[in-house]
């Protein structure tokens, strides 16, 4: 193993005990609450940022400051942080000067965890940085940690690094234990009683990605005898489809809400951004084909406004059945 790898083995090793610092930290401060999680505490370029998202801020900047090694300067990207702040660790450190960039969503999928009603994720990832500035495209490692509902006792973990494959464990947050956990996408062929969905997570745009999504089922799994074959899951989290995806749950999935919105000349940050994808790699490691709706490598700048359409499909052979065959229906709506 050369030193490049061996560092970047050390910093995923870091970026997973960040994951489990922000998953102690939401466990607790749900035990603590005095007001509720799901009140709006602002408003930013980003997204909506409600009480439950300002727990994590200050657990982070402090897990930085005490734990990133000083040999490795790092510039923090996340979702709280303005694009034109540079917030770096150690401080103090001009933004040229970093070795890294680090994207951050500490609870990805907000809306469900905040009353409770379905896991939250929390997204890292490493890219090297030119300038400060990194890329999708550059990011060498990544990690997703689940962060549980009240009534959850277990809670998965997983974390990959570029052309190294994936490791994922299941951990106990009671007591701290933890078993090794394979990872296996769906090798099914078709979507025939199998998990699919466009997101449609709002009001916006939602009669035009539905008869998006209508269209394209119709054309790949006609219902038999009024009987569906398609079954659909809204998850409002980016990580936790990317999950559904690697775990074998769902087959296929898009975001396509950015090119929606394009289209209907609507101005909504409710999209998914850069930090919400950030962890691909790990879906891409296991054989998940992500990419951009139109069939081009999923690619954007490390930012935290930046719309992001994308498609997964959970093996290649469904990426080449029902790719070409989505990219046309967007053409003809879209265009």
Request: glycine share 8%.
């Amino acid at each position: 193993m050369n030193a490049h790898c061996i560092e970047l083995e050390r910093l995923r090793g870091l970026l997973e005990s960040l994951g489990r610092h922000i998953q102690a930290s939401v466990l607790a401060a749900r035990q603590e609450a005095s007001v509720s999680m799901a009140e709006v505490a602002e408003v930013t370029a980003a997204d909506t940022i409600y009480a439950i998202d300002k727990v994590t801020e200050e657990a982070i900047t402090g897990w930085f400051a005490a734990h990133w090694p000083q040999d490795q300067p790092v510039r923090l990207v996340m979702e709280g942080i303005e694009d034109a702040e540079c917030v770096t660790f150690p401080g103090g450190i001009a933004p040229q000067s970093v070795k890294w960039v680090c994207i951050l969503d500490p609870i990805d999928g907000t809306r469900g965890i905040m009353y409770d009603k379905r896991a939250a994720w929390s997204l890292a990832a490493l890219a090297r940085a030119e300038g400060g500035r990194a890329r999708l495209a550059d990011i060498e490692a990544a990690v997703m940690t689940e962060l549980p509902v009240a009534k959850q006792t277990l809670a998965d973990q997983a974390s990959a690094l570029l052309g190294r494959g994936v490791r994922a464990a299941r951990w106990n947050v009671r007591d701290g234990t933890s078993v090794p956990l394979e990872l296996k996408p769906s090798a099914a062929t078709s979507l025939a009683h199998g998990f699919a969905a466009i997101s449609r997570f709002f009001p916006d745009g939602l009669e035009l990605l539905g008869r998006i999504e209508e269209r394209l089922w119709r054309e790949l799994q006609p219902a038999q005898s009024g009987s569906p074959l398609i079954f659909t899951d809204q998850y409002i989290s980016s990580g936790g489809q990317f999950y559904e995806l690697i775990c074998g749950h769902d087959r296929f999935l898009a975001d396509l809400r950015p090119l929606v919105f394009r289209k209907l000349g609507l101005d909504s940050s409710l999209v998914c951004h850069p930090y919400d994808v950030c962890t691909a790699l790990i879906a891409r490691e296991l054989g998940v084909v992500i990419e951009a709706p139109d069939g081009s490598p999923l690619d954007a700048p490390l930012d935290t406004t930046s719309p992001v359409a994308w498609v997964g499909y959970a093996n290649p052979s469904l990426a080449k059945k029902i790719g070409p065959v989505l990219r046309r229906i967007l053409q003809e709506e879209l265009e």
